[in-house]
């Protein structure tokens, strides 16, 4: 089936640490995103790439980075700079970056911290 | 600045209900496109429909419509009949114009629909 996997669904980091949120997809996508979803404000954009080893930072950047080495995989790491990490985060992705077309989502990672 | 709201954080239903969600935006450009997601308990957001700025056409969809009046800003979502597998949080969503690709969504409504 094509679509979105993201890895691990639930993930516990310890302060100061690092972790890295897996995103892959099969769907021959050219656009990739990251959101940050906190309850009741919506989805805050974190990263996209439009290409292989391109990519640009969000609203919501900070504590965060990201790498583009293949068009299917789009890993995110929170870093120890995040002060508050403890989040739903949600990779998406689109055929192309245009306005008008819509993203597909996996099913997301919530990530604690504890 | 591009901005949408729902002002609806929750909203609870019985099954068969007709229930309305709200979605108000705001933008100076003339060119952009609107859209709706369903986010079911499992988390993934599923796209619903997308409308730009220049097709005002109602539009119905089984027991879902939508309804896109330029003169409110608004973009206000119907199901008819409810179903308890309608129970999601539902997430408005405005693209295009000076925001480009970036999708701007707004907070979203959690409904509830009891059997």
Redesign the interface.
Known sequence: DGG?TQSPKYLFRKEGQNVTLSCEQNLNHD?MYWYRQDP??????IY?SQIVNDFQK?DIAEGYSVSREKKESFPLTVTSAQKNPTA?Y?C?SSIR????????????TRLTVV | AQKVTQAQTEISVVEKEDVTLDCVYETRDTTYYLFWYKQPPSGELVFLIRRNSFDEQNEISGRYSWNFQKSTSSFNFTITASQVVDSAVYFCALSGGTGGFKTIFGAGTRLFVKA
């Open positions: 979105i656009a009741g404000q919506g989805l805050r954009l996209y969000g739903f949600l998406a970056r245009r306005p008008n077309t819509e993203a597909f989502f996996g099913q997301g």
